[in-house]
């Protein structure tokens, strides 16, 4: 999202807007019972493999790496588009790249919002089994 403003951040500064990007998921599906009741779809993501107890003690840490419920979560929260790609095969073939493969979106209702400015879609590249790399 810093990208898509034009600023760039270093290590320190992505590490700390991770960590707030991380705590405000938290808050929203631990620590608010109304406010996680509109998540359901991460909701029924994260419980799939874990509770829900148990979840809001890894969310808490900062080697909690964000999936599917984070990205949920925060394009509605920030009202950012955000469009996940697997890389694209010919054959099931490496050598015959085909670039990319959107898979899913979240948040497009905010790529042209009713005011204000359209968003600028935030392009992630998913793999080796739950990892997302930015696409720019």
């Not at 829900?52 to 808490?60: D, N, V």
Request: charged share 30%.
């Amino acid at each position: 999202m810093a990208r898509n403003k034009g600023l760039t951040l270093n290590a320190n500064q992505e590490r700390e807007d991770a960590d707030e990007l991380r705590m405000a998921v938290k808050e929203v599906l631990c620590d608010n019972d109304e406010e996680r009741l509109q998540y359901e779809a991460a909701l029924v993501a994260i419980t799939v493999e874990e509770t829900l107890k148990r979840y809001c003690q890894r969310i808490g840490r900062s080697d909690f790496w964000g999936g599917e419920s984070e990205l949920l979560v925060l394009s509605r929260l920030c009202r950012q588009p955000i469009v996940v790609y697997v890389p694209g095969y010919e054959n099931g073939a490496a050598a015959g790249s085909k670039g990319f493969i959107s898979i899913t979106e979240y948040g497009s209702e905010f790529k042209k919002p009713k005011k204000g400015n359209p968003r600028m879609v935030v392009r992630l590249l998913y793999s080796n089994n739950n990892h997302y790399d930015l696409l720019i």
